[in-house]
């Protein structure tokens, strides 16, 4: 039963960005916009790229998925979709789990894989490219958990805008600190390990009660 | 064994079912039960409370007082999901998803009757032939019938439907009225609101009677 849902969940999410792909690429758009732009304020001077590199790319991840956190469950809550979730005979936060999984896979997922062609853009050495790309891919599932918790608060308000953002961005700094960071001890030649595993116990933290704080905020939404 | 789901209790048993918005008290406190193969029909004006005691009943609500039993069980809100099939106001469609993928969707999240195709539910609601036409390129009445094809692939038994002849034209409403007969004389219950303009299902039906909170 479980697994129907979740199933039925996903095909729906990938044939809705399928009809949709156009605003599908928007995240990633602006994320490339954003490394680019960065590049070429910063100049053609390779020293201070690459020391920058870190935090432009983990900002530009970042950003791309609090521009795509809005629609997580605004469409699902306008046309009624969330009732027939609260109404399912599988728990609601199996359901957020899943919807935010997809919403993982769909922003964040494209971005890590067009990582190591952004990080040239940046001129980031090659040897911290495995320790970047590592800190994301530990780091952007607990920006889509949060995130869920926060697009879960605010839907039901009319326009959210930028209260997700104030609202997220606190939750996000220490992901930052600890994702951007890992990579810049890397490139000052110290162990990067510490910070990945604290990323680890964030997402091991947030998997299970991100969900089940979302859910708890939509029921209230939805009374 | 006074927990074990019986055969002989009704569908649905409420029993001083109250509900108050910011402590002011919308309706209440009730008490009513629909049987199988019995309809309940609850009128009353704008305002009266129809909807929320339908989202009350279905769990979506929560805040209630009173207790609400599903065949003699005590059933809190949350276990409330998965016996009911309810069709609100919004239909609960995606408007880029075509009928049947809408419906495939909906079967997935909240399961099928047994024995019952898409295609054949499609048929029942008149949409035979809009296959794959995307809800947005839908009218709002075709949009409700789709919205009853999921009520008749639900396996829930209790319908709680709001408000279901809004938007149809008179084969819409006999369509609806057909439905829930064939729902009833499946041993299943409904719980209709209207606000009174549009003629009852013709089957077994109760009244009850909203007036507004004074």
């Not at chain 2, 004389?185 to 549009?198: C, I, K, M, P, S």
Request: proline share 7%.
């Amino acid at each position: 039963m479980m697994l129907a849902a979740a199933r039925a969940l996903v095909v729906r999410d990938l044939t809705l960005l399928w009809r949709r792909r156009g605003d599908a690429l928007q995240p990633a758009l602006f994320a490339l916009l954003v490394v680019v732009l960065f590049a070429l304020a910063l100049g053609a001077e390779p020293a201070a790229l690459a020391r920058a590199a870190p935090a432009v790319l983990w900002l530009a991840v970042l950003l791309a998925g609090l521009l795509a956190l809005d629609t997580l469950f605004r469409g699902d809550a306008e046309d009624g979709s969330l009732d027939q979730w609260l109404l399912a005979p599988v728990p609601l936060p199996w359901l957020v789990l899943v919807r935010t999984a997809m919403h993982w896979a769909t922003t964040a997922l494209p971005l890590l894989l067009a990582t190591p062609l952004l990080a040239e853009m940046m001129q980031l050495p090659p040897r911290q490219l495995p320790v970047l790309m590592a800190s994301l891919a530990l780091g952007t599932p607990v920006l889509s958990l949060l995130g869920a918790v926060v697009a879960a608060l605010t839907v039901g308000m009319r326009r959210a805008g930028i209260l997700v953002a104030l609202l997220a961005l606190p939750l996000y700094v220490p992901v930052l600190v600890f994702g951007a960071g890992s990579v810049a001890a890397a490139a000052q030649g110290l162990d990067p390990t510490g910070a990945l595993l604290l990323l680890g116990a964030g997402l091991a933290l947030a998997l299970p009660l991100a969900p089940l704080a979302a859910a708890a905020a939509i029921r209230i939404s939805q009374s | 064994m006074p927990d074990a789901p019986s055969a002989s209790a009704p569908l649905l048993d409420v029993r001083g079912l109250g509900f108050a918005r910011d402590d002011l008290p919308l309706f209440g406190p009730l008490d009513f039960s629909v049987e199988a193969g019995e309809a309940l029909l609850v009128q009353g004006g704008n305002g009266a409370g129809k909807t929320t005691l339908l989202r009350v009943l279905a769990g979506l609500l929560d805040g209630g007082r009173g207790e609400v039993r599903l065949r003699g069980v005590p059933a809190a809100a949350a276990a409330r999901a998965g016996q009911v099939a309810y069709l609100g106001h919004l239909p609960g469609l995606k408007a880029d998803l075509g009928a049947v993928e809408n419906l495939e969707y909906l079967c997935g999240l909240l399961g099928r009757r047994e024995g019952v195709e898409i295609d054949r539910a499609l048929a029942i609601v008149g949409l035979a032939g809009y296959e794959d036409a995307p809800a947005r390129n839908l009218s709002a009445g075709q949009r409700r019938r789709l919205a009853l094809a999921r009520l008749w692939l639900s396996p829930a038994r209790l319908w709680l439907l709001d408000e279901p002849y809004a938007n149809l034209d008179l084969p819409g409403i006999e369509l609806v009225n057909r439905m829930v007969r064939a729902h009833l004389d499946d041993g299943g219950g409904a719980l209709v609101t209207t606000h009174g303009a549009y003629a009852a299902p013709p089957v077994r039906t109760r009244l009850l009677q909203l007036e507004r909170a004074a």
